[in-house]
């Protein structure tokens, strides 16, 4: 019996809310156990070690959104140690700020702040995109949290820790000569490492796949500015090497700034040295480099994703023995450079390999940067590259002063296009006597190997995001959980072949899919439940079918001042009313000043509806005749929402919009209010 006592205490004293000094100024170790911060642990002392031992630090609980505070700040100091340990629940875990020489190593940084993702399986939600541009008020830190934030510090270093399951990993803001190595930044929502205004710094041996969020497959796949590593205004002088970015937003994410694009035209991401990366799988570019000059990308697996490399506007760049295979658009795409290397790359079944342009871009040609430095497209080097199965292998168009040299084409469907002007384009077998390819593996030290397993899952099938972010494809998941939709509502499943029972509505479920299907037209409310392995997922949702008879014509009379459709409008019948026209309009149209009407009978059960409708310009809707929903304004993309009482049977439903200029876009959608 007293045996059994003294395990019991001892397991107590391992759960228990231990309470913290908040104030460090000696050494400290940590014992195993939670220990819950309502305020930050400050270092307020120099040359101090924090041994964080197996305790871990508890900030919120609850959902991700709602997570505020720091963990830890490290502040004005120098030569402090953390170690060990981990922290979840904090907007951000660790802050280290105005120091030098902190040294972070082994701590885990997981589960700390992250937004809800509106987007789902079915559709893109445009307000999940980040905002990377802002950062010199700290706008990533407040807005987006991290698992570790280093801001206007010096030589920093990083190294073994764990942040996943968050917004962000590691954000360095104006930090020089850090060394980030061998840490897992890997399924965040945002960004695996974020420099801003950073230079001088090694990003070696790191992984930092799945950074992705609002992605799905076969539906969208844009990205939305997330990243497995982004250097964003004026990052310097950084060596990434040998990281493992697949799977992400962009692999890489480089780009010279607003005060090099819109205010100055000088400065710029410059002189970086991008090398022996994996930034396969990228769902948008492996790796995107804009604006900035004199930067090397060699050696790195820049395949399977939208573009391999969209480098527009860079210059005196060089990009050498890249791996680039079966893109979906191009392998390398250069809008608007000039003066670049492209050698001893391999290309593979792109369907264009190389694509050099300019175009009038009038926005961007009016910029500071492109006053400054010029916009045209020419001398280029392209050299010793191999392609194979690509249907165009280089394809130029108003781009001159073009070496095209001692290149392998096999099974190219053309090996050479042009269009425009093209002025001096140069083929030839020789090769240039200045041509040398870079011997970094003696330069760059050699570490383990953090490309992904053979046997892991792979493949933009593999990228799967949730309402907080991207899964590990390797988990049993099923998500989401609640859906509201037309005609069928899609959850994605993976881990296995679910097997399931469903109240009300039918159920098909094959290739990571799972579609409920309503049994007839108007409402039909599920719940079930979905076993994977040894988990259960409930889930649950609101089918609904109907026939929208819909017209769209070009006005000519401001339709706020006189509405009417005319009588020789086309029609034709949708099944919902999701239209993103964008800066186009409906097929056949003019993109500016057109309208719409649609409308449909459905029959609903009796009781009380919140009609949803997002709209870029103004939007109408009526039910049975009387205006329930009204906002017939110019105005940006809007959400408005109304509420309405409705007796059971058949209901007539109108949704009138029309389109000033500029962005377009009109939806719709109806729920039960419980």
């Known amino acids: 019996m007293l045996g059994r006592m003294r395990v019991l205490c001892v397991l107590f004293l391992a759960s228990v809310a231990w309470p913290a000094d908040h104030e460090i100024k000696a050494d400290r170790k940590w014992e195993k156990g939670v220990v819950r911060l309502a305020q930050p642990l400050r270092v307020v002392a120099d040359g101090v070690t924090l041994d964080l031992g197996q305790a871990e630090f508890v900030g919120g609980t609850g959902d991700p959104d709602t997570f505020e505070g720091i963990g830890i700040v490290v502040e004005g100091r120098r030569n402090v140690t953390i170690r060990g340990g981990s922290l979840r629940g904090f907007r951000c875990a660790i802050l280290i700020k105005d120091c030098e020489n902190v040294v972070v190593r082994g701590v885990e940084v997981s589960r700390n702040f992250r937004q809800r993702l509106g987007s789902t399986p079915a559709r893109e939600d445009a307000r999940d995109w980040l905002r990377p541009h802002d950062n010199d008020k700290q706008e990533w830190r407040k807005r987006y949290g991290a698992g570790i934030c280093i801001e206007n510090s010096k030589a920093v270093e990083v190294d073994e820790c764990v942040g996943r399951h968050q917004q962000n990993g590691l954000l360095l803001d104006r930090a020089t000569a850090c060394r980030i190595t061998n840490n897992d930044f890997s399924f965040n929502s945002g960004w695996g490492i974020a420099l801003w205004r950073s230079s001088g710094n090694l990003i070696s041996q790191n992984q930092c796949d799945w950074c992705v969020r609002g992605y799905s497959h076969g539906v969208y796949d844009r990205g939305q500015d997330s990243a497995g590593i982004l250097l964003f205004e004026q990052c310097s002088d950084n060596v990434i090497f040998r990281n493992s970015a697949t799977h ?34 990228a769902v948008a570019n492996a790796i995107e480099a804009t604006f900035s000059q004199g930067n090397r990308f060699i050696g790195n697996r820049c395949s399977y994703s939208r573009y391999g490399i969209w480098a527009g506007y860079s210059y005196g760049s060089l990009f050498e023995g890249n791996m680039i295979e079966e893109c979906r658009i191009a392998g390398i795409a250069i809008e608007h450079g000039r003066e670049n290397r492209i050698v001893y790359n391999n290309f593979r079944a792109n ?39 690509d249907g165009v292998a280089i394809d130029l168009r108003d781009t001159s002063n073009v070496a095209i040299l001692a290149n392998n084409f096999e099974k190219v469907g053309r090996t050479l296009a042009q269009a425009g002007r093209c002025e001096n384009v140069r083929v030839g077998e020789d090769e240039p006597e200045d041509l040398e390819g870079t011997k970094l593996e003696q330069q760059l030290p050699k570490h383990r ?20 972010g991207p899964i590990d494809p390797q988990q049993p998941y099923l998500f989401p959980r609640a859906q509201v939709d037309w005609e069928g509502c899609l959850f994605r499943y993976g881990g296995g072949l679910p097997q399931w029972t469903i109240d009300g509505a039918r159920v098909v479920a094959e290739n990571g899919r799972l579609v409920v299907l309503a049994p007839r037209d108007g409402l039909t409310e599920f719940k079930g439940e979905a076993r994977i392995g040894e988990r259960t997922f409930p889930f649950e949702g609101v089918v609904l079918r109907a026939r929208w008879t819909v017209r769209h014509w070009n006005w000519t009379d401001d339709p706020r001042k006189a509405w009417r459709v005319p009588a020789d409008t086309p029609s034709r019948v949708v099944k919902r009313l999701a239209f993103a026209w964008g800066s186009a309009g409906p097929e056949g149209l003019k993109p500016d000043r057109f309208a719409t009407r649609a409308e449909t009978r459905m029959p609903l059960p009796a009781g009380t509806y919140e009609l949803r409708t997002r709209s870029d310009d103004g939007v ?22 109304a509420r309405v009482t409705l007796p059971k049977g058949e209901h007539t439903i109108v949704v009138e919009h029309f389109e000033l200029d500029g962005h377009a876009e009109l939806s719709f959608d109806l729920r039960p209010v419980r």
């Not at 090099?260 to 799988?281: A, C, E, K, M, P």
């Not at 009016?366 to 010029?374: D, I, P, S, V």
């Not at 190997?449 to 907080?468: C, N, Q, S």
């Open 449 to 468: 190997d953090v490309f992904l397993r053979a046997d892991h899952p792979k493949g933009m099938t593999a990228i799967i995001v949730d309402e907080w």
């Open 248 to 281: 992400s937003g962009d692999g890489l994410f480089l780009y010279a700034g607003e005060e090099t694009l819109r205010r100055t035209g000088r400065g710029g991401s410059n002189r970086n040295l991008v090398v022996y990366n994996d930034f396969r799988y």
């Open 620 to 641: 109408r809707v009526t039910v049975n005749g009387e205006v329930v929903l009204e906002d017939w304004t110019h105005h940006a993309p809007k959400e408005t929402v």
């Open 351 to 389: 369907p264009r390999a190389i694509r050099l342009w300019w175009d009038d871009d009038e926005e961007l040609l009016a910029t500071a940067f492109a006053r400054t430095n010029g916009a045209s497209s020419r001398t280029y080097l392209i050299a010793a590259n191999s392609f194979y199965g």
